[in-house]
């Protein structure tokens, strides 16, 4: 008997052997950086690893919850070896774009990344940066430094470094193609107090707003506990360290989103990425003022937005609109802001955008008008429930019809046929809303809040159908994939499985 025990352990062993050197075949085999990514290492070796053993992932609603904690190195690892797949996967999308939208290569961001951007990034983020970077190597996908540093700053370099390098140079006639000014705006969103809402705290809502491909990537819930400063709760980007579309909260009670300044232009070289300065200000600010501090200190006109904030703990909230030659910060107890791309300081408007607040067919001041129509109609009844129908507004205010088109709080450039001069935006652009998030003070004091993937009025976006009636869009074939709304979901600091 003792001897039958022996022989069925032998062949087990044999079997377990072949079968574990057959998967280590297979993923050497297998060139490709993404599917390299995708080889699962052991729970062993995952459960050993000390630097990983307080890091996990799980999905839930669409979403992938990822909880990043230690130095700064080791969250950026965590992150690296977390979200490998979606990393590689991510930068093929963002890396298209970029070449694409500015008619540049890719070693041009490189480069960039490197000389101008890399020199003047704190210490505590060039470790995360390397750290992420570090974790890609570990799951054996080949992406360096500069590529690191590049996709994190995918949103300043093609739309407002190149057109500003342009000009400079003036290049414009060498790339015909390419954005003149930052160009179209991104997202809708609202913070409001006092006597708009339900029971008079903040309420905060952001539907984020760029192209699909991006956009449906743009699937990340982040929960970093960090060795300094406060802990956050953010959406993001895989690869980014910062949210990049801004919406979090963070233990010490700041409330934050933001919407871009259309039609912006201007950079400062000498200047600190943007994506630098908003992780900092999510990680470090107390208060508003700190916000603001944070955020001016180094500006370089890059990703330039009308912040959106709100101190839980005072019950105060602020639109700080952040140019490069003019700012202006605006507060109030009781009222609220709303942004949709548009500029509100005539300095601001002036100095830094060529932005028409006269073209009342343009999206940023078409969704202005129906926003504050939406917040006069339900004065002291705002909440977290109201809040996701505004995200998922579909009333064109300046045709005064239903429907989605890009003129709505809900955007779906896919369906719309216009093109938007201001905004060097063509016929069907598959470029809108893709996903959603609401919070309210008592939820941020608990380090929670609900977001939705996909258009937050539940639309699934069906990217094969989309590419067949549209081939002039089939440089995006490659990436472009379907965008099905989830439900709305809450998450929390500290969540650990999908229910």
């Not at 944070?294 to 140019?323: C, H, S, V």
């Not at 942004?339 to 073209?359: A, L, R, Y």
């Amino acid at each position: 008997m003792r001897s039958d025990r022996s022989w069925v352990a032998f062949v087990l062993a044999i079997v377990l052997g072949f079968l574990f050197a057959a998967t280590q075949l297979l993923v050497i085999g297998r060139g490709h950086v993404t599917q390299a990514a995708r080889a699962v290492p052991s729970l062993l070796q995952y459960s050993e690893d000390p630097v990983l053993s307080k890091a996990y992932r799980f999905d839930r609603g669409g979403w992938i919850y990822v909880h990043l904690e230690g130095s700064p190195h080791d969250i950026g690892y965590q992150h690296g070896w977390l979200l490998a797949p979606e990393i590689a996967d991510a930068f093929q999308s963002v890396r298209l774009n970029a070449i694409h939208s500015s008619q540049r290569d890719w070693e041009f961001f490189r480069r960039a990344a490197h000389e101008m951007l890399w020199p003047k990034i704190d210490d505590e983020y060039k470790a995360e940066l390397h750290g992420i970077v570090d974790g890609l190597t570990a799951r054996k996908v080949k992406l360096d430094l500069d590529d690191i540093v590049a996709m994190n700053a995918f949103l300043e370099l093609p739309d407002y470094y190149v057109p500003w390098l342009n000009e400079r140079t003036h290049a414009q006639s060498q790339y015909p193609d390419a954005p003149k000014d930052s160009g179209a705006g991104h997202c809708s969103a609202f913070v409001a107090n006092g006597s708009w809402t339900k029971d008079q705290q903040i309420v905060m809502a952001h539907n984020n707003w760029t192209n699909y491909a991006n956009g449906q990537r743009w699937k990340i819930i982040f929960d970093i506990v960090p060795q300094q400063g406060f802990r956050m709760l953010m959406d993001g980007f895989p690869g980014v360290i910062a949210s990049d579309d801004d919406f979090g909260v963070n233990s010490g009670g700041m409330m934050i989103t933001e919407t871009t300044i259309s039609n912006f232009h201007g950079w400062d070289p000498a200047g600190k990425a943007e994506f630098v300065r908003a992780r900092k200000a999510m990680q470090y600010a107390n208060s508003i003022d700190d916000y603001v501090k944070i955020m001016l200190a180094g500006n370089n006109g890059g990703y330039a937005n009308d912040w959106l904030l709100g101190d839980r703990k005072t019950g105060e909230i602020a639109q700080f609109e952040l140019g490069l030659k003019r700012t202006k910060l605006y507060r109030t107890m009781d009222g609220y802001f709303v942004g949709s791309n548009f500029v509100s300081d005539p300095e601001v408007m002036k100095e830094d955008t060529t932005f028409d607040p006269t073209i009342a067919s343009s999206s940023p001041n078409a969704r202005h008008v129906r926003a504050d129509q939406l917040m006069s109609e339900i004065k002291g009844k705002v909440d977290i429930t109201w809040a996701q129908i505004f995200l998922s507004d579909h009333m064109d205010a300046y045709s005064k019809k239903p429907g989605a088109d890009l003129r709505t709080l809900c955007g779906h450039g896919d369906a719309d046929p216009e093109a938007y001069p201001d905004w060097d935006s063509k016929p069907y652009q598959p470029h809108g809303s893709v996903q959603g998030k609401v919070m309210n003070s008592k939820m941020a004091g608990a380090m929670t809040f609900v977001a939705r993937m996909g258009h937050p009025c539940g639309e699934k976006f069906d990217a094969t159908k989309f590419l067949a009636a549209h081939p002039e869009y089939s440089w995006q074939a490659s990436i472009l994939g379907d965008m099905p709304a989830g439900p709305w979901t809450e998450f929390k600091t500290g969540d650990h499985t999908a229910p």
